[in-house]
């Protein structure tokens, strides 16, 4: 076997997920140009949008630098940061999936006993991450120019977007070298991606907007992250292509140190170590619920901190956001267009579309810890418990409660942060309703348990990408189907769309009850069909 | 009453059929032996007993129940080891056996130190960094530690050194002496003659020949090798089948039935020394799947 052959296979193995990740990415850019091109077409509607964000620290926390007033660059302002970060998320799971993943399974090792190098296989992983951010750039750069905004800039976002994939791919494969397995290494170099995110937020909301109302000087934090510098080129405006050096002279760096590690260390042997086990399992060791809530718990972590976070900023910043641009009757008249029919003061939009994220995040928590139930099944533990007397049933319960568990450990942190930040800014009058705006996110997040729990029951091996893309295709209809001016019905289909946006809305009650019905009915089929399904392995 | 019985058992998986009509019936205190090629539909088999997946066609009867339908009512009676043996990697080895024994109802205390102690295993590593052969002294621990009715293994030595093979041969002695049925799969011929007392023997999905190791004998010849013979009038006796010779001896095969003439036969020609053996399995599979060898 050759290298080439390696890295040909890696990039076989990736037919499915990688078409699935830069199609989705490049679905939201183009959703994004296509949106702001039909809706801010007005330059005097532009000037008012992004002076409103220029002056506002939360608006450049969340999104980005307003470099300019043109079309495109409103649309890098509102756009570039998400692509980086998911650019980043990308490649750190593709790199460590290929690197400390394979070890994990014992592949390595495999391609270790053929006359490869010791460094191939961290070589062509990080060969497959330069392939897909290649690929990334250039879909990116088409789905911003075909809908109408300049090649120069469209050519240098897809860039500087491929750029920022590339460092996180360097950033993962030195992690996946250093950390004992393919769960640490994802997770720090995921947590690097948040870290780059949250630098460039600070260092942004840091900014001076200069007499025009324009700011292009981030402050210090931004310069340390990846994505901060993608922000550099200044895409539409200066057109500058010098900050990507940066980039590219990082990520060469650090797959060279990647290599470099590689080269030296014993096959399965990492700078941490870990901890010895336990000899004998706690008492409380004896059901499967116990069993996945062992297994799990860690994620929930983790999840509940990213959503605590979410909660304090909705709390701290809101306040600022209104007196920023609470005065502007024009850009109030614009956010209105955006949510029609809403009478509802900037304030309250501004904390639902803050815990609606955190509804989107419940979602993806507790699909995710459905979809555990795949993975059991694939890797042959799901037969090693359902042998012993357990039904199928509890064994499905028991996933089912944890995934529940981890939408309560999104939502319950990102409510009570918002109302701690906000008694904390001396809006005591937000508590309640920061409270009930995240207990109104809760049935349409366990309508996606329901859903996966369904697919993992009927479409097995099919779990993982369907139950993502349900996620995926229903955020985008939700989000953005009002601006595509997709259909009613299509729109309905999306079960965010029947999620009260509190404050700024009452609560729905008829909506409330309907998603709790669809994920009731959902999850009660996908138990009773699991049951009569064969294991597929 | 049979453990196992399995009557002309089909199951197919899309257009690929898997079982063609098995026959298998497993006895209290026996060790059956489920012996067959890779592919042969061995595991197939054990996952319809555990009700993991669902026969197409035939009766399966486990425990005096269906395990399709009493699953869970099944699964109290028996221990399960499977082939290929995958465990929660950030759990270490003594988490796994204590789960998987709570699960049935809790281990026996005294027995499962002596089973860690016996398999000389290390109870505090993280399931991620065992070998398949610890991984597969997890599963066999987690089974040995609670009596059973029943003990189902899918090729459980495939990962074990000599020295924990023995382990393991003693520890099925002892359930099979408790009284207690033992159906253990495998493609290794050795391990199945040195512990089963019965064996069925699986081909393309449908049972070929079961019997005791006594019984399939009689399908195949014994061999004989003489030394110190005069080999013409060897390889000439009436009843001696392929006759092979090299430096002082002579080796030939004898069906059965001609074994006493043959002896007699051998007797006259004075040999300073004879061996006759019994077929090893590798000959019952050649005798079964002659025709790929």
Not at chain 1, 370 to 384: C, F, I, K, Y
Not at chain 2, 120 to 147: C, H, M, T
Request: aromatic share 6%.
């Amino acid at each position: 076997m050759s290298t080439a052959t390696l890295l040909a296979s890696r990039l076989l193995s990736e037919r499915w997920r990688l078409p699935l990740w830069i199609g989705g990415i490049t679905l939201l850019t183009a959703a994004s140009s296509t949106a702001v091109l039909a809706q801010f077409a007005d330059p005097e509607e532009q000037r008012v949008l992004l002076l409103a964000a220029a002056a506002n620290p939360a608006f450049r926390f969340l999104r980005g630098l307003p470099i300019g007033i043109g079309t495109g660059e409103l649309v890098f302002f509102q756009i570039f940061t998400y692509l980086a970060a998911l650019a980043g998320l990308m490649s750190t799971f593709l790199v460590v999936r290929h690197t400390r993943g394979d070890e994990d399974s014992g592949r390595t090792e495999l391609i270790a006993a053929t006359p490869l190098r010791r460094t191939a296989p961290v070589a062509t992983a990080l060969g497959t991450a330069v392939v897909a951010n290649l690929v990334l750039g250039v879909t990116v750069a088409l789905g911003l120019a075909l809908p109408g905004l300049p090649w120069r800039g469209s050519v240098l976002t897809g860039s500087a977007v491929a750029v920022s994939g590339l460092v996180f791919a360097g950033i993962a494969a030195v992690a996946a070298q250093v950390l004992p397995t393919s769960r640490a290494a994802n997770g720090a170099a995921a947590a690097t991606v948040g870290l780059a995110y949250l630098l460039r937020g600070i260092g942004d909301a840091m900014a001076q907007p200069d007499e025009r109302f324009v700011t292009r000087e981030s402050g210090w934090p931004s310069w340390l992250s990846p994505i901060g510098w993608g922000q550099r080129v200044e895409a539409y405006q200066t057109d500058n292509p010098l900050p990507l050096a940066i980039g590219i002279a990082t990520a060469v760096l650090l797959g060279a140190v990647a290599v470099a590690v590689a080269a030296r260390r014993d096959l399965g042997a990492s700078l941490v170590r870990e901890r010895a086990g336990r000899e004998r399992a706690r008492g409380s060791l004896r059901s499967p619920l116990a069993l996945v809530w062992r297994l799990s718990w860690p994620s929930l972590v983790g999840w509940a901190i990213g959503a605590a976070f979410l909660g304090t900023v909705a709390g701290l910043l809101a306040p600022s956001v209104a007196d920023a641009i609470g005065s502007n009757a024009q850009f109030l008249e614009l956010i209105r267009r955006l949510i029609p029919g809403s009478t509802a003061g900037l304030l309250d939009l501004f904390v639902a579309a803050i815990l609606g994220m955190a509804g989107f995040l419940a979602a993806a928590a507790g699909a995710q810890a459905t979809m555990r139930m795949r993975a059991e099944e694939a890797d042959g533990r799901a037969e090693l418990l359902l042998a012993a007397p357990v039904g199928r049933a509890r064994w499905m319960v028991a996933f089912l409660a944890v995934a529940v568990a981890s939408v309560a450990a999104v939502l319950v942190p990102a409510g009570v942060a918002a109302a701690v930040a906000f008694a904390a800014v001396g809006e005591q009058d937000r508590t309640g309703s920061s409270l009930a705006a995240a207990a109104a996110q809760v049935p349409a997040a366990l309508v996606f348990v329901g859903l996966t729990a369904l697919v993992f029951a009927v479409l097995p091996r099919l779990t993982v990408p369907v139950a993502w893309t349900l996620l995926g295709v229903s955020l985008i209809l939700g989000e953005y189907g009002t601006i595509l001016q997709l259909p009613e019905w299509m729109q309905d289909m999306s079960p965010f769309r029947h999620t009260s946006a509190i404050p700024a809305e009452d609560l729905d009650a008829g909506g409330v009850l309907a998603l709790l019905a669809v994920a009731l009915a959902t999850a009660t089929l996908a138990v009773l069909l699991f049951r009569r399904r064969d294991l597929a392995v | 009453m049979s453990v196992i019985e399995v009557h002309d058992l089909r199951k197919s998986f899309g257009r690929t059929a898997a079982l063609t009509g098995l026959d298998l019936e497993v006895r209290p205190g026996e060790v059956h032996g489920f012996l067959g090629p890779n592919g042969a539909g061995k595991s197939t088999t054990i996952r319809i007993l555990l009700g993991l997946l669902r026969a197409d066609g035939g009766t399966v009867t486990v425990l005096g129940r269906d395990p399709w339908r009493d699953a869970v009512h099944v699964h109290r009676g028996l221990a399960y080891v499977p082939g290929d043996v995958s465990l929660w990697p950030n759990l270490s080895g003594g988490e796994v056996i204590d789960l998987l024994t709570r699960l049935r109802g809790g281990a026996d205390e005294a027995l499962l130190r002596r089973l860690v102690e016996d398999f000389e295993f290390d109870p505090r590593k993280r399931s991620r960094s065992y070998s398949r052969g610890n991984r597969q002294k997890v599963a066999l621990i987690a089974a040995f530690a609670r009596p059973a009715e029943l003990y189902v293994l899918d090729e459980p030595t495939s990962g074990l050194d000599p020295l924990m093979d023995e382990v393991f041969r003693r520890h099925i002695e002892r359930v099979r002496d408790e009284g207690a049925a033992v159906l253990l799969s495998s493609h290794m011929l050795a391990e199945v003659e040195r512990l089963c007392d019965r064996v069925t023997i699986i081909r393309s999905g449908v049972d070929v020949e079961t019997g005791t190791l006594q019984e399939l004998r009689h399908l195949t010849r014994t061999t004989f090798r003489l030394t110190g013979a005069d080999e013409a009038a060897a390889r000439a006796l009436p009843g001696a089948h392929e006759p092979r010779s090299g430096g002082d001896w002579v080796e030939f095969d004898v069906d059965a039935a001609d074994v006493p003439a043959v002896l007699a036969g051998v007797a006259a020609l004075r040999p300073a020394g004879l061996t006759v053996a019994p077929p090893s399995l590798e000959e019952l599979f050649l005798h079964h799947y002659g025709d790929r060898p």
